[in-house]
C-alpha cells in the first residue's frame, strides 16, 4: 500500500459514516495526473457502448453496457474478469447509482422506461421510479432522494426511494428547451452535494448550472465564456467534485476532461483535444469517476472503452515514485488494532527528452505559464520567447496590465450598492438595477416613500426601508394616517360642539324676532312697541317743563 494509504482508510471511514458511496478525493492545491491513460479491463468492454461508470469507496466498478443489456462489477481494480454480471433481460442500462448499503439503481433506456433497483446480492429487480424518458444520469442524495436527467425532455426529476410512493417531481428545467435561469436544453451529468444543490451539466447550453435546494431558477458558474487552454466548453456532459468542492467535468466535443481550482479552471486530461484511440486520446467523453486513490476513469464513449488516468501527485503535491521498502507498522486503538503494510516513497529525477518537461513521467511543463501561473482574471497565458518574462497574458475584456490585474470593467463588485444589479451598456458606461427600497446612479439613495403620502392632523411622516410611517404629534390621535381620534378628545369636540351650538341657537332666535318685529312694522303697520314707546316719551316731557331751583348760599361775616 502506498505511503497515503492512511488517509485512504481515514477517508473511506468518514464517507461511511457520511454516507456517501462515491469517492471525493482531497487532492494537492494543483493534481496531475498521467496523461497516458491505460485501458481498464480491456476486452471485457470493448465493443460496447458505454455511457457511465460508478466506483465506490471500496473501489468496486459498476459499468453499464448497453449492447449485452448487462451491468458487469468488478471487485478489484487490477481485475480484467469481472466479478458479478447482471443481466437485464434485453432491456438498456443507461446509467447508474450505487448507495452506501450497496443497493445498485440502474436506468432503463428503452421503452418502457424506468429505474430499477437490485438490494445486495438479489438475482431480481424492482421498480423504483416510473419516468417518462432515459436518465442519462442518476444520483442519491444523502437525504434519500433519487434524481434523474432526463436529457431529451430537458429536466431533472426526483423522487424518494424510501416507502412506496411513485411520484415524482420536476426539481431543475421546465420540460421545455431554453437557455434562461428556469430551464434547460438537453442536462447530462448531475452532482448532488452535502448541502443537496444540484449541480447539472447543461450540455446544449454549453454551461453549468446550479441550483440551490428549493430554488427552481439556477446560477451559472461556468458557461461558453469559459475560456479553457483558448477553447471554451463544448458540450459539458459528466461531472463531478472533489473534497474541496472543486469541480471535474468531461467537455464532450473538446474531448478532454477539465477541472476549476484556486487558480481557475485548468484542462485535467485529454488536453491535446485529440479524438484517436492513443492512451493520451478521447473521443466525446461522457462521465467520469475517480477512486479511492484518486485515479481518475474516465467513460471514452466513442472509442468503447474506459480510461483509466493514474494521479501522479499526492495530498502534498509531491511526485510519487515507489521504491520497493516496505515498512510494517501497527495502529492501536482502545477497541481495534490495523495492521498497515507500507510503501516508503522519494523522488528520482527522471532524464526527460524533452527540454521543456519535468516530472516522474516528463508530462509536466517547465514553461513559465505552466510554472508561475502569472495571468490573473481568468485570462489566457501564452508562452513567449520575445517577452522578457517569458510570456503574455492575453486579457479578458476590462482587464489590463501585464498580468491582467488591473479591473477596468464598469461593472465591479461595488458598483451597484444595496445588492444592485449592474448591467454594461458599453465598454465604459454601466446601468444600476436597483431592488425595491434603493435608487440613483449607484442604488445609493433610499427611496422616498413619503413623497405621495399626506398625514393628517399634522402628522409627520418619515421614510423606511420599503415602507413608511407617519408620526402623530400627541396621544390624541393615532392610525396609519394619524387619522384616529382618541376618545378623551371626540369628548371633548362634543361638548364644544353643544356650547357652540346653543350659543348660535340664541343668537339666531334674538335676529329672527327682531327681524319679524320690522316686518309687522314697516310691512303691515303693526308697532306691537309704539305704546310702550310713547309712555315712555310723555314721561320725558314732564320732567322737562318742570322749573328748576336754583339755591344761592350767602355768607356773612
Not at 400 to 425: A, F, H, M, V
Request: hydrophobic share 35%; aromatic share 10%.
Amino acid at each position: 500500500m502506498p505511503t497515503i494509504g492512511i488517509w485512504i482508510i481515514i477517508q473511506l471511514m468518514i464517507s461511511k459514516m457520511a454516507g456517501e458511496s462515491f469517492n471525493q478525493p482531497k487532492f494537492s492545491s494543483l493534481p496531475t495526473w498521467n496523461p497516458n491513460a491505460t485501458y481498464f479491463a480491456a476486452g471485457n468492454i470493448s465493443g460496447n457502448a458505454i455511457y457511465n461508470i460508478f466506483i465506490t469507496t471500496d473501489n468496486t466498478i459498476y459499468i453499464p453496457l448497453l449492447d449485452c443489456w448487462c451491468v458487469r462489477i468488478w471487485l478489484e481494480e487490477g481485475s480484467i474478469v469481472p466479478s458479478r454480471n447482471i443481466s437485464l433481460s434485453s432491456r438498456l442500462p443507461n446509467s447508474i447509482f450505487v448507495t452506501s448499503n450497496n443497493d445498485i439503481y440502474v436506468s432503463i433506456g428503452g421503452s418502457p422506461y424506468s429505474i430499477d433497483a437490485w438490494t445486495l446480492n438479489a438475482t431480481s429487480s424492482i421498480s423504483s421510479m416510473p419516468v417518462d424518458g432515459p436518465c442519462f444520469s442518476l444520483f442519491v442524495d444523502i437525504e434519500d432522494n433519487l434524481y434523474c436527467s432526463l436529457n431529451t425532455l430537458h429536466k431533472v426529476v426526483t423522487s424518494s426511494i424510501i416507502g412506496s410512493t411513485n411520484s415524482t417531481t420536476i426539481i431543475a428545467g421546465t420540460g421545455n428547451a431554453g437557455s434562461s435561469s428556469d430551464m434547460l436544453d438537453g442536462p447530462r451529468g448531475i452532482f448532488i452535494d452535502r448541502n443537496l444543490s444540484l449541480y447539472v451539466a447543461d450540455c446544449n447550453n454549453n454551461r453549468i448550472q446550479l441550483f440551490y435546494f428549493g430554488q427552481s431558477n439556477g446560477i451559472t458558474i461556468v458557461n461558453s465564456t469559459e475560456v479553457i487552454r483558448l477553447t471554451p466548453l463544448n458540450c459539458p456532459s459528466g461531472i463531478t467534485l472533489d473534497a474541496d468542492g472543486y469541480l471535474y467535468i468531461t467537455d464532450r466535443y473538446n474531448n478532454r476532461v477539465v477541472a476549476s481550482g484556486p487558480n481557475g479552471f485548468h484542462c485535467v486530461v485529454g488536453c491535446s483535444g485529440s479524438a484517436d484511440s492513443t492512451s493520451y486520446g478521447l473521443q466525446q467523453p461522457s462521465a467520469l469517476s475517480f477512486d479511492s486513490y484518486g485515479n481518475l476513469f474516465v467513460v471514452d464513449t466513442y472509442h468503447d472503452r474506459i480510461q483509466k488516468f493514474l494521479l501522479t501527485t499526492n495530498l502534498s503535491g509531491n511526485i510519487l515514485v515507489f521504491l520497493d521498502t516496505i515498512l510494517s507498522e501497527d495502529i492501536e486503538s482502545t477497541t481495534a488494532v490495523m495492521s498497515i503494510q507500507q510503501t516508503s516513497s522519494s523522488f528520482l529525477a527522471p532524464t526527460c527528452s524533452n527540454s521543456i518537461t519535468i516530472g516522474s513521467y516528463c508530462n509536466v511543463t517547465s514553461t513559465s505559464c505552466d510554472i508561475l501561473q502569472p495571468c490573473q482574471n481568468n485570462a489566457s497565458c501564452i508562452d513567449s520567447n520575445t517577452s522578457s518574462n517569458g510570456y503574455i497574458c492575453s486579457c479578458l475584456s476590462g482587464f489590463y496590465g501585464l498580468q491582467c490585474q488591473i479591473d477596468n470593467r464598469p461593472c465591479k463588485s461595488y458598483t451597484c450598492w444595496n445588492n444592485g444589479i449592474c448591467n454594461e451598456t458599453s465598454k465604459t458606461e454601466f446601468i444600476c438595477i436597483c431592488s425595491s427600497a434603493w435608487e440613483g446612479s449607484n442604488c445609493e439613495i433610499q427611496t422616498n416613500y413619503c413623497q405621495n403620502v399626506t398625514c393628517q392632523n399634522n402628522g409627520v411622516c418619515r421614510s423606511l426601508t420599503k415602507n413608511y410611517t407617519c408620526e402623530c404629534l400627541s396621544d390624541s390621535y393615532s392610525g396609519r394616517y394619524c387619522q384616529i381620534e382618541s376618545n378623551t378628545l371626540v369628548f371633548h369636540q362634543t361638548i364644544s360642539k353643544s356650547f357652540a351650538f346653543i350659543a348660535i341657537i340664541a343668537m339666531a332666535s334674538v335676529m329672527m324676532i327682531v327681524i319679524v318685529m320690522d316686518i309687522m312694522k314697516y310691512c303691515f303697520g303693526i308697532d306691537v312697541i309704539s305704546k310702550d314707546l310713547k309712555r315712555i316719551r310723555q314721561r320725558t316731557k314732564v320732567r322737562k317743563r318742570k322749573t328748576p331751583i336754583i339755591i344761592r348760599f350767602i355768607y356773612v361775616n
